[in-house]
């Protein structure tokens, strides 16, 4: 086997002779290449290094399973990764985790037989880019390590390892890839009561299901050994349930043990539907049946393993072909590249909100960019239309910076109808360079604010992919009606974030949304939040005031405390801080907060507990003002993270939706009061109730910690004013922000039908969690697209092709832009597929693909599928080819009807597409 101990440990790292996207988020090459982004911390204690020594542990709730798995194939227990691999030995963090790396690498490639292999991993010490890594990685003992299904595709989705001194951590991990990376779910033992495994029988109603007998051969089991996946010879599970109206499947043994009924592959081929037992009712995202073998399941979703398995065959790929994964290590002490905002400025950004332009909006929201830039970080920010200016350059945070221009007036203002993205995207791809030199610039990460319309310059797609190959990351902030499948193609192809922004008469909303994404993107999660008119509390000296308290966690390290009002300045707004020791603190007015109109302070390792707030009015004026104002405090806390989204995924609309949200504290939290509060243009138009009881609002799964609210969205509509117009600047679509309030009690607790370990005692968990009472807030904007333009194949032609024959064919892929290197393509099994060439239509957003493809002597006859996979894009060409049978005559078919096309992407729900005229399609020719 090659040796794969290649570390890279100086921050010289040149990324240019790598053919891979580099980026803060997995990306997978077209020959099964995987880069992945980890942060290496301790969150019992906060600041871990690589360099200090760590000691294995054999830790029994995680590594137990791995070792009797193990011990039945005659083999040792799981080797730990320091010394000799016993348990005991001491060693660094560094050499603890590149070891568990090491041991990962080859298990990934001999679980996939040699087609998937660790490309890159990107290694952040003590915690920095925790928000924004694959792989959290926690080094203490305390946690559960959970991974999401797809993680993977979504940036906002992480697979977490928690006590990383276990001497199994490496298969570990591999278990945990299995849900984040293959969307495979468990199947080991859980007793029915237990709430864990749901199910559903020909449609019926969810009901429990337990495993009596745990599938044995599949490292999905027990915590990932055996290295393998289980296909139809060997895929075998015992379950037990109670479905509505038919008798039930109970397990042998009091303790779970024996006995339910038991299921393999074969039941789902036998022509008896009645005994193929039950299929995963969608709960953590999964939708196959219980009966499934993962071997058939995965090249559906992962395409380039069509064709690599052989039923029954599990002996292991050549270890000699593997090649050698590439670790960088970031130090805590490293100038990593930081972030460069781009603000739009052309004649749609013109726009006014009482007599204030949206640019100017945008651009005080690039101050308050620069006010929360933590000492020691690089930030810039530039403003374009066919030109490109600074409003202040890209360089390291001065607490003493004077700002050159006054954001709106000339020369930041400047306006015309014209939008040079490309110059834009070079302008900040630049000024990394020359900053952090080529092989640094990689962890860059640029805010791009437009409408996606390109009206003057070079090609965008140019500088986009420029970003990609240095690693930089593009996030974008759609405006107004803007072109969703340009934006939305630039920060998928860089994995980046692209978030919806206010309506385009709004420029206040679209500052504050800005503002907020910043501080939730740097991993600062809200703890307060107000946003309204200021009541009355009191009167003090004659002038009114406003008060309210809010309390921080006993985890959080640090305190950033903002205000902005919708149309006044709030940095002229006399407001004080206190916490429960009696320490006051002035929210001081600075030149910076002045231009930028808000008001700002960070208090570094603030007091945990009750903090009180006070607004008092203007001196002169002696009343509060009239106009809205928004409040938000954050706590830098990696114990602390919420999430919220609709069920059918973003930019969706119809007749009724379902939200969700959570939140981890340690642990997924139940037994809250969560609240999601609906704002549209500013004005709250409604709150609801969210639920964790499996019955009320929606809610599907009772204390899994996940919260549901079904939204009434015509009620809403017609509440909120939600409409379509068509204005100067083309169909403007509604748009909603949803604030979710948790409200954290004694009594909250980890969510007991959560997603745990293996082995892991929920009895442990409650012993380990650390009561508290705080609040916690989650923010999404949410877009009401009637069109989501998302990812298409043009039609083709289908045509009959003969066993032994090569053939080529050109292939368009509309509303996207996907790199060569990212485009994994499938004819099914017998067909082997080649991609030669790239190039980008002129026209509009896509690509033509030069493929050649050659039909084995042996390949079974019969129609198939064209698939090409790009990021979480998964288009169908059905029946682009059918196999002629060694018997059938060689005459060609006449028959030349258009092919269907399907277009997925995973946890969205995807509109009827319909595909634009267009001439004479691609024809599949015989060489």
């Not at 077209?30 to 760590?54: I, Q």
Request: proline share 5%; with cysteine; net charge negative.
């Amino acid at each position: 086997m090659k040796p794969i101990s290649h570390l890279i440990k100086t921050l010289v790292v040149s990324l240019l002779f790598i053919s891979p996207t580099v980026s803060q988020s997995a990306t997978i090459a077209s020959d099964g290449g995987v880069t992945l982004w980890l942060s290496y911390d301790d969150l019992v204690s906060p600041g871990a290094s690589l360099s200090d020594d760590v000691t294995v542990i054999l830790n029994n709730s995680n590594c137990q399973f791995v070792n009797d798995a193990r011990n039945a194939q005659g083999l040792p227990d799981s080797p730990g990764s320091c010394g000799d691999g016993t348990i005991g030995q001491t060693c660094t963090g560094e050499e603890k985790l590149i070891g568990d790396l090491e041991k990962f690498a080859e298990h990934l490639y001999e679980s996939t037989e040699g087609t998937h292999y660790l490309r890159h991993v990107y290694i952040s010490d003590e915690g920095r880019s925790w928000e924004t890594a694959d792989i959290r990685w926690s080094i203490g003992n305390s946690g559960n390590s959970s991974a999401w299904p797809w993680g993977w595709e979504d940036t906002t989705k992480e697979l977490n390892i928690r006590r990383g001194l276990g001497a199994c951590t490496h298969e570990l991990l591999l278990h945990e890839f299995g849900h984040y990376f293959y969307s495979l779910p468990d199947r080991y033992q859980v007793n029915e009561s237990d709430g864990y495994y749901e199910g559903t029988l020909d449609g019926s109603t969810s009901f429990d299901v337990g495993v009596c007998v745990p599938d044995p051969n599949t490292l999905m089991t027990n915590n990932g050994f055996p290295h393998q996946f289980v296909d139809t010879t060997n895929a075998s599970i015992a379950v037990s349930y109670d479905p509505p109206g038919s008798g039930h499947f109970d397990c042998a043994n009091p303790d779970g043990t024996g006995g339910g009924q038991v299921l393999t592959p074969g039941l789902l081929s036998d022509g008896d539907p009645n005994n193929d037992g039950p299929r995963w009712n969608g709960k953590w995202g999964f939708n196959l049946p219980y009966a499934q073998d993962e071997w058939s399941y995965m090249p559906d979703n992962q395409i380039d393993l069509t064709g690599i398995h052989t039923e029954g065959d599990f002996s292991d790929p050549n270890f000699d072909d593997m090649p050698e994964p590439q670790f960088h290590i970031i130090g805590a002490d490293a100038v990593n590249p930081g972030i460069i905002l781009l603000l739009d400025r052309s004649g749609s950004m013109q726009v006014e909100t009482n007599g204030v332009s949206a640019a100017q909006f945008v651009q005080e929201a690039g101050l308050y960019l620069y006010h929360s830039t933590p000492d020691g970080q690089f930030v810039g920010a530039y403003v374009y239309n066919a030109g490109v200016d600074p409003l202040f350059e890209y360089a390291e945070y001065d607490s003493n910076f004077a700002l050159p221009s006054s954001p709106g007036q000339a020369p930041l203002l400047n306006p015309t109808g014209a939008t040079n993205i490309a110059l834009a995207l070079e302008t900040a791809i630049d000024a990394f360079v020359d900053e952090h030199g080529e092989g640094e610039a990689n962890g860059g990460q640029i805010f791009l604010m437009s409408d996606g319309k390109q009206t003057t310059g070079n090609d965008l797609f140019d500088q986009v992919d420029r970003a990609n190959q240095l690693g930089i990351k593009i996030h974008t902030f759609t405006y107004g009606n803007a072109d969703a499948a340009t934006m939305a193609q630039i920060s998928s192809t860089t994995s980046g974030d692209g978030t919806a922004m206010s309506a385009a008469e709004n420029g206040s909303e679209l500052k504050l949304g800005m503002a907020k994404q910043f501080s939730l993107i740097r991993g600062n999660t809200p703890i307060y939040s107000f946003k309204g008119k200021l009541t009355k509390s009191g009167v003090t000296g004659g002038v009114e005031f406003f008060e309210d308290a809010f309390s921080l966690p006993p985890t959080a390290q640090n305190l950033r405390f903002y205000a902005f009002q919708a149309d006044g300045n709030a940095s002229e707004l006399d407001i004080r801080l206190r916490n429960d020791t009696g320490q006051n603190y002035q929210v001081a007015a600075t030149a910076l907060t002045d231009k930028g109109r808000f008001a700002g302070t960070q208090i570094e390792s603030p007091q945990p507990g009750e903090w009180l707030v006070r607004i008092l009015a203007d001196k002169k004026r002696k009343v509060l003002p009239k106009d809205a104002v928004e409040i938000v405090a954050y706590a830098d806390d990696r114990n602390l993270d919420g999430k919220v989204w609709f069920k059918s995924g973003p930019n969706s609309v119809s007749s009724k939706m379902q939200l969700r949200a959570f939140l981890d504290y340690q642990y997924v939290l139940t037994d809250m009061k969560v609240l999601a509060h609906l704002y549209h243009e500013g004005n709250r138009v409604g709150s609801v109730r969210m639920y964790d009881d499996g019955k009320k609002g929606g809610d599907n799964h009772s204390a899994d910690g996940i919260y549901s609210a079904d939204l009434d969205l015509r009620r809403l509509a017609r509440k909120a004013g939600l409409k379509w117009t068509k204005g100067e600047y083309g169909i403007e679509n509604p748009k909603l922000r949803i604030d979710v309030q948790y409200l954290i009690n004694k009594k909250s607790v980890p969510a007991p039908n959560q997603h745990y370990e293996t082995g892991m005692r929920y009895q442990d968990l409650l012993d380990e969690y650390r009561p508290a009472e705080f609040e916690a807030w989650t923010t999404l904007v949410h877009a009401f697209s009637r069109k989501s333009p998302k990812p298409v194949l043009q039609r083709i032609r289908s045509r009959t092709a003969m066993p032994g024959r090569s053939y080529r064919t050109t292939v368009t892929v509309l509303n996207a832009r996907p790199q060569a290197d990212e485009i994994r393509l499938s004819m099914g099994p017998g067909i082997k597929t080649q991609l030669h060439r790239v190039a980008p239509r002129r026209d509009r957003l896509g690509v033509r693909l030069s493929v050649s493809y050659r039909i084995d002597r042996d390949a079974e006859p019969g129609p198939r599928s064209l698939k090409v996979q790009f990021g979480d894009a998964l288009l169908v060409g059905k029946s682009a080819v059918t196999v002629r049978g060694a018997r059938q005559t060689r005459k060609i078919s006449s028959d030349r009807s258009s092919i269907s096309i399907e277009s997925t992407t995973r946890s969205t729900t995807i509109p009827n597409v319909t595909i634009p005229n267009v001439s004479a399609g691609s024809t599949l020719q015989a060489e």
